[in-house]
């Protein structure tokens, strides 16, 4: 299943974005982004019971929520900081191991169904 994000686009240092994406029905969602040249990395993943985890580098600015009358996963990010640059996916997967670590992310490599990613630039 081909997942498809939106709301990427170029904003200065300090401003603000809600990336959304179509998904619903799997037991782990989750926000990844990638620069070129280095591994993907998991940003923020909401479990089946509505909790979440973040990375260290986004809590408190990044916020992920799900909307499941519509169908909708977002990834409200504030106070975005340049080094926040990078394409975004969205990826979802049915797993009981939803997290951050390394065993979740090689699920969601391995099993996850994935978006095609979108931009996101900030500036100084």
């Known amino acids: 299943v081909q997942l498809a994000e939106s709301g990427g686009g170029s904003v200065q240092s300090g401003g603000s974005l809600r990336l959304s994406c179509a998904v619903s029905?799997?037991?782990?969602m989750g926000w990844f982004r990638q620069v070129p040249g280095k591994s993907r990395e998991g940003v923020a993943i909401i479990d089946a019971d509505g909790d979440t985890r973040y990375i260290d580098s986004v809590k408190g600015r990044f916020t992920i929520s799900q909307d499941n009358a519509n169908k909708m996963l977002y990834l409200q990010m504030n106070s975005l900081k340049p080094e926040d640059t990078a394409k975004y996916y969205c990826a979802a997967v049915s797993t009981v191991s939803c997290g951050l670590g390394i065993t979740a992310h090689r699920i969601f490599l391995s099993y996850g169904n994935w978006g095609q990613g979108t931009q996101v630039t900030v500036s100084d």
């Open positions: 029905g799997y037991t782990c």
